[in-house]
């Protein structure tokens, strides 16, 4: 991944690259999330995080057409996080099944 300097500051907000986002939206996106309360905010941050992963599995489903979605999470975590951890996510994973 490529990261770019900041391209400007807009409202207080460091823009990165290009940017399709009128300014005066950019703006009132900000004014929002300033006036937001902190449980809001995290809210958000998770909400944006569950779509990104989201994401990130539909393209390993897409480029592994008849992956499971569990298999798609675990080559996610093995992806981002390690083959040590997506193994041990494994093993938990097959421990619970065993155990029911």
């Given at each position: 991944m490529t990261c770019y300097p900041p391209r400007e500051v807009q409202c207080g907000i460091v823009?990165?690259?290009?940017?399709?986002?009128?300014?005066?939206?950019?703006?009132?996106?900000?004014?929002?999330?300033?006036?937001?309360?902190p449980a809001r905010r995290l809210e958000l941050a998770l909400s944006l995080t569950a779509s990104v992963i989201e994401l990130a599995c539909a393209g390993i489903r897409r480029r592994s057409p008849g992956i499971s979605d569990e298999d798609a999470r675990l080559q996610f975590v093995e992806i981002h996080y390690g083959a040590e951890l997506a193994q041990a996510v494994r093993g938990r994973l097959m421990a619970d099944r065993n155990a029911r």
């Open positions: 823009q990165f690259g290009i940017s399709d986002t009128d300014p005066d939206a950019l703006r009132l996106q900000a004014e929002l999330l300033r006036r937001a309360t």
